[in-house]
């Protein structure tokens, strides 16, 4: 937290001993420190985004910060109601966007804690990843490209509110690479040529 409020230009904060022997510690100041607990958090996560034994430790202790905040400050603890859920929103588009780094069983597992609203942005993540995938798409499969198993499928379907939506999505998707495909055939090389009698 210090680190952050040296770079961000902010009033330092006390120190540690300081703040140990205190009557009263303001709100905004604990918060900073939350802040401060998860960014070293988020240096101990993995490129699949999983805590080292390290991270899962420090994120545990900031649970139970936050919640003793929580409980000494009810409107801190609406706040952080809203803010979470909007947090929570966040990570579920990650995933969606990211979905094709983990396996069919990590994704699973995933996916079974997702609310209403977090499986509409997980959708939303899933999309943006696949449009990225299909403008680097050469050809084959499209849907196969996007579930590469049947146990990734079954995950997926998930996060569809009902075995329609999923076949919808799917539909689209090949849809999606048929177009390119006609597209790339009409601007492509020599036939494009031979049609304009070049």
Same mark, same amino acid.
Do not use: C, W
């Given at each position: 937290?210090?680190?952050?409020?040296?770079?961000? +230009?902010?009033?330092?904060? @006390? @120190?540690? #001993?300081?703040?140990?022997?205190?009557?009263?510690?303001? $709100?905004?100041?604990?918060?900073? /420190?939350?802040?401060?607990? *998860?960014?070293?958090?988020?240096? !101990?996560?993995?490129?699949?985004?999983?805590?080292?034994?390290? +991270?899962?430790?420090?994120?545990?202790?900031?649970?139970?910060?936050?919640?003793? &905040?929580?409980?000494?400050?009810? !409107?801190?603890?609406?706040?952080?109601?809203?803010?979470?859920?909007?947090?929570? /929103?966040?990570?579920?588009?990650?995933?969606? #966007?990211?979905?094709?780094?983990?396996?069919?069983?990590? &994704?699973?597992? =995933? /996916?079974?804690?997702?609310?209403? *609203? !977090?499986?509409?942005?997980?959708?939303?993540?899933?999309?943006?990843?696949? =449009?990225?995938?299909? %403008?680097?798409?050469?050809?084959?499969?499209?849907?196969?490209? /996007?579930? %590469?198993?049947?146990?990734? =499928?079954?995950?997926?379907?998930?996060?569809?509110?009902? @075995? =329609? *939506?999923?076949?919808?999505?799917?539909?689209?998707?090949?849809? #999606?690479? *048929?177009?390119?495909? $006609?597209?790339?055939?009409?601007?492509?090389?020599?036939?494009?040529? !031979?049609?304009? +009698? &070049?």
């Amino acid at each position: 937290a210090v680190d952050s409020a040296e770079r961000k +230009g902010e009033s330092l904060l @006390p @120190p540690l #001993s300081e703040l140990e022997n205190a009557d009263f510690v303001s $709100t905004e100041l604990l918060h900073k /420190i939350k802040i401060g607990l *998860d960014k070293v958090i988020a240096a !101990e996560k993995d490129a699949f985004g999983r805590l080292s034994k390290k +991270g899962a430790e420090l994120n545990q202790v900031k649970k139970e910060f936050n919640n003793k &905040l929580k409980e000494l400050n009810p !409107e801190y603890a609406a706040s952080n109601a809203k803010f979470a859920d909007e947090a929570r /929103i966040q990570e579920a588009f990650d995933l969606g #966007s990211t979905y094709n780094k983990f396996d069919a069983d990590e &994704l699973a597992f =995933k /996916i079974k804690n997702l609310n209403k *609203d !977090e499986k509409e942005a997980f959708r939303v993540g899933l999309l943006s990843n696949a =449009k990225k995938q299909l %403008s680097e798409f050469k050809g084959g499969n499209f849907v196969n490209k /996007i579930f %590469s198993s049947d146990k990734q =499928k079954a995950a997926m379907r998930n996060v569809f509110d009902t @075995p =329609k *939506d999923y076949q919808d999505f799917v539909k689209q998707l090949q849809y #999606s690479a *048929d177009k390119l495909k $006609t597209t790339q055939k009409v601007l492509g090389g020599s036939q494009t040529q !031979e049609r304009m +009698g &070049l």
